[in-house]
């Protein structure tokens, strides 16, 4: 028997759906016009497909079009709010909360902010994951000028309380920005009905391509300001200047559009294979992280009993992609901050792996895997 490759990495980056690549393809090549020509043709067709693409998105967040700016990717993105919004508000106060589970950009992003005069409050989480929101309560004074919470975490899948969090946020008329980019195209996100004010997102985490990304900014009841970081041609209000990436932004686009309308489909399928997968490894042995917790349907963290994490992808690399954490941070030493924040003990976290699934897994590479695991004690 030929040994399948299973992909298990989804949460680092996914394929590229297949009508995505087809309607990125045109604007390589005959419709390669920039947006911001607007003296031809050319320019007017792609300046059309961006305007198509924000829709899309907008589409997907229930907001505005208005309120979707264009960026290379989450971490861009992750810059862009935090530092654009302390620059304009600073003014105001100079406190920052965020969490010790964020994803790296957020982490580093803040401690460059420290850099800069700003008072960061780093919130651990219970041993679930969970934010507790009367934490942020304690914490949140006049002087908060933004809190940042991670929507769905990379490494455990756990979902925050964002909806409770955002009421005592903007009780103190602070700022919400969440990093929504594991949660994008997983489970629903409606940026009005959560109280969230900026958020963003990277396509390559929702089958679209690498390096196009987006800022959600709110306009209005608050309208949120951002000071840019990027100078230049003035694309994107003033935001982000740069030629815009036109075939990425209509991958992305497209990406919103099919994970939309493929929403309720694929949880249910991802869930479905992530229940089966993890019955079949507590059987081996191990615990799940932040099981207790609501989770994205697709993610587990499992810390084995009998297995370090570098044995475990020792006799599975042959035909199985998984990861010990967030892409990020796998080029540095040391245990993951996330489990680590949660109460994990070292010895656990480097018996832990993240299994992430996607829409093209199926219950016969589950079965695979277990065999082959099986086969191995």
Known sequence: MIKPNIYMDNNSTTKVDDLVLEAMLPYFTEKYG???????SFGWIAEEAVNKSRNQVAALLNCEAEEIIFTSGATESINM????????????????????TEHPAVLATCKHLENEGAIVHYLNPDKNGIINPELIKSVISDKTILVCI?????ETGVIQPIY????????????????????????????????????????????????IGAIYKRRKNPRVAIKPIMFGGGQEN??????????????????????????????????????????????????INGKSSQRLPNTISFTFNNFTA?????????????????ACASTKQGISHVLKAMGVSEEEAKSTIRFSLGKNNTIEEINYLIEQLNAEN
Not at 34 to 40: D, E, F
Not at 191 to 203: F, N, P, Q, R, T
Not at 310 to 326: D, H, N, P, Q, R
Request: with cysteine.
């Open 238 to 287: 003033d935001l982000r200047s740069g030629t815009l990436n036109i075939p990425g932004i209509v991958g992305l686009g497209q990406a919103a559009e099919i994970v939309k309308n493929e929403m309720s489909l694929n949880y249910d399928k991802t869930n479905y294979l992530r229940e089966n997968l993890e019955k079949e490894l507590l059987i081996l042995g191990g615990k």
């Open 81 to 100: 709010a935090l530092i654009g919004i302390f620059n304009a508000y600073k003014t105001k106060g100079n406190e920052i909360i965020t969490t010790t």
């Open 34 to 40: 920039n947006s911001s020509s607007k003296q031809h």
């Open 150 to 154: 991670i929507l769905a975490n990379n």
């Open 164 to 211: 409770e969090i955002s009421k005592i946020v903007h009780s103190l008329n602070s700022i919400l920005f969440s990093d929504a980019t594991q949660a994008i195209g997983k489970i629903p996100i409606d940026v009005k009905a959560l109280g969230i004010d900026v958020l963003c997102l990277s396509a390559h985490k929702f089958y679209g391509p690498k390096g």
């Open 310 to 326: 570098e044995k475990f992808i020792k006799k599975t690399k042959s035909f199985l992609a998984v990861s010990t954490g967030s």
